[in-house]
């Protein structure tokens, strides 16, 4: 199973999910929380899906690239869908 090691930010991903009113900070928090690990699954092409949690508690989906050795590049980000908090809270079952 694949894991997020780093993330590399550019400007252009950060103003992207910021218009989803998401922080670079919460999606860091979702891809590195020790405490509700995220679910990574393979998306299209070379993307990949992570379903997570803030510390806050907000459940966020974040599509991520993989570059190298664990490091991912953000594509977007925004709040889980009812089907979506499902899935994740179901994925160790």
Same mark, same amino acid.
């Given at each position: 199973m694949k894991t997020v090691s780093? +993330? /590399? !930010?550019?400007? /252009?991903s950060i103003e992207h999910i910021a218009?989803?009113?998401i922080a670079p900070q919460e999606v860091e928090e979702v891809c590195f929380n020790e405490d509700d690990s995220p &679910? +990574?699954?393979?998306?299209k092409g070379n993307l990949h899906y992570v379903f997570g949690k803030t510390h806050a508690g907000r459940f966020l989906f #974040? #599509? #991520? $690239? &993989? +570059?190298r050795h664990g490091g991912v590049s953000v594509v977007t980000a925004?709040?889980?869908? =009812? !089907? =979506? $908090? $499902?899935y994740f809270m179901k994925r160790g079952k």
């Open positions: 780093s +993330i /590399k !930010w550019t400007d /252009k218009r989803h009113a &679910f +990574i699954r393979s998306g #974040v #599509v #991520v $690239k &993989f +570059i925004r709040d889980m869908n =009812e !089907w =979506e $908090k $499902k």
